[in-house]
Nanobody
């Protein structure tokens, strides 16, 4: 069974940083492309970033390009999202996903 557990969210001031983690189990993580998506209050899911199974290719939504960095540690079965220069518009529940499966999410709130 695919399991994804996100952590690292919290309350941060505008301009601040957070690092999200996603612990994966139940599948061959090192052979799987992975994604981060987010859902702001009252909004639908928004794709944020993707990384190929070997980490060689990374893609970002225009809204986060230059501020967020996706990475992975296949030895630890863990996906990361480093978020810098955070803005109030980044406030959302962040999920890691494998295909259509996502975890429970972690709340990120950017507010002064």
């Amino acid at each position: 069974e695919v399991q994804l557990v996100e952590s690292g969210g919290g309350l941060v001031q505008p301009g601040g940083s957070l690092r999200l983690s996603c612990a994966a189990s139940g599948f061959w993580f090192s052979l799987s492309d992975m994604n981060w998506v987010r859902q702001a209050p009252g909004q639908g899911l928004e794709w944020v970033s993707s990384i190929t199974y070997n980490g060689r290719s990374r893609m970002y939504a225009d809204s986060v390009k230059g501020r967020f960095t996706i990475s992975r540690d296949n030895a630890k079965n863990t996906l990361y999202l480093q978020m810098n220069s955070l803005k109030p518009d980044d406030t959302a529940v962040y999920y890691c996903t494998k295909d259509s499966v996502r975890g429970q999410g972690t709340q990120v709130t950017v507010s002064s």
